[in-house]
């Protein structure tokens, strides 16, 4: 497939991936993760700054303060050190002082010890603080597995595509209050309409535990049709076909949704769930669930699951979902049976897909001409 990368990322690419002094001990790891660290730092504390407009209003009550503190500071910490030896190691700099620069730049917006600046609410707010907090939880343990555990040796940190992934990522999560509003519209407009209290009544009684089985097993059959629509229905490929445009995939690839089929897919899932009335820390432990599972079926890594490829998807089976051929297999998202029950399971023994994307590689890179690209004419 073509290797395309936008200018942006040719630009931020040219200056801090050095393919000739990327390996350990060079300064490159380390001064990557202090600009990485440095950066979240920063977020953290204009969101204790402004908590009025850069966190979300229906997490902000439930922070546990003095540990988001604490860790605020063992981020600015570890990107100074980080950055640091990333100055002594390598020669070229730009890495090292970029890392500095951030740290330095939170500690004097007020570090861990920011206070809030103002009391005023906005009445729509930026997703920063999940974003932060995500973003950090997801780097911290994937990251490093794809750099132990790699399916393909060749995929590096600034691979083509990725600051249109990481715009992807930031979007999603800075927009979570339109987002949240825009998928929970449908599944609570037709509870109103319709609430068999037995119903609910009864499911919620059941264990925490069985409700979460039945949430995913209820959710993934809604997915799969969905999902084979998106597929089959021309006009809704030229939305999903924005997903399977990239070309690699890593922890970064899943969120590579157009926002009409972010909106859908979410809000469509949850009109059955609401409806059933199961428990919310079933539903919660369903949303983690979600999280992590869709980051880790796309990450790089080679890890070998045996038999239970067959009942829990994992990333060889969903990386033969994203391969040039064959087209329109494995759509379940979590539970293989489905595509085994419909016929469209494919799953050849210990063999990954030799190239990813779409034959003809036709959708453009960079997020808003993604977002354009459905609508233009053929």
Do not use: C
């Not at 908590?51 to 979300?56: K, L, S």
């Not at 970029?98 to 103002?118: D, E, N, P, R």
């Not at 990450?299 to 391969?323: C, E, I, K, Q, Y």
């Amino acid at each position: 497939m073509a290797v395309r990368r936008s200018r942006l990322e040719q630009l931020i690419t040219r200056l801090f991936d050095d393919p000739e002094s990327s390996g350990f001990g060079t300064g490159w790891m380390s001064g990557t993760a202090g600009v990485f660290l440095g950066g979240l730092a920063l977020a953290g504390v204009v969101a204790f700054s402004f908590p009025g407009v850069f966190t979300t209003e229906a997490f902000r009550a439930q922070y546990p303060l003095p540990f988001l503190r604490a860790l605020l500071q063992t981020v600015i910490g570890a990107a100074f050190l980080l950055s640091a030896t990333s100055l002594l190691l390598r020669k070229r700099k730009v890495l090292g002082v970029t890392g500095l620069g951030l740290a330095f730049a939170a500690t004097l917006a007020g570090g861990a010890k920011a206070a809030a600046l103002t009391d005023v609410a906005s009445p729509f707010t930026v997703g920063l603080d999940w974003f932060a907090l995500n973003v950090l939880l997801l780097a911290v343990v994937f990251m490093p597995l794809e750099r132990a555990f790699p399916h393909r040796t060749d995929v590096k940190t600034f691979r083509p595509g990725w600051v249109t992934d990481g715009t992807y990522l930031m979007i999603n999560h800075l927009a979570v209050q339109a987002l949240t509003f825009l998928t929970l519209l449908p599944a609570t407009s037709l509870a109103r309409l319709w609430q068999p209290v037995w119903l609910h009544d009864w499911i919620s009684a059941q264990p925490v535990i069985f409700q979460f089985i039945e949430i995913v097993i209820v959710a993934d059959v809604v997915q799969y049709w969905i999902h084979r629509a998106y597929h089959a229905v021309p006009a809704l490929w030229r939305i999903h076909a924005i997903h399977h445009s990239s070309v690699t995939l890593d922890w970064l690839a899943g969120p590579r949704l157009h926002v009409i089929e972010t909106v859908s897919m979410r809000s469509l899932v949850l009109v059955p769930i609401f409806l059933l009335g199961f428990a919310r820390p079933a539903l919660y432990g369903y949303l983690v669930f979600v999280s992590f599972h869709a980051v880790f079926i796309h990450s790089n890594v080679r890890f070998r699951f045996g038999w239970l490829d067959h009942w829990l998807t994992t990333p060889r089976g969903h990386h033969w979902h994203h391969a040039v051929r064959p087209v329109d297999k494995n759509f379940a998202v979590h539970l293989p049976v489905l595509d085994r029950l419909f016929g469209t399971q494919y799953l050849p023994p210990d063999e990954w897909p030799p190239v990813y994307g779409i034959e003809g590689d036709p959708v453009p890179e960079g997020w808003m001409a993604q977002q354009v690209y459905p609508f233009r004419k053929r």
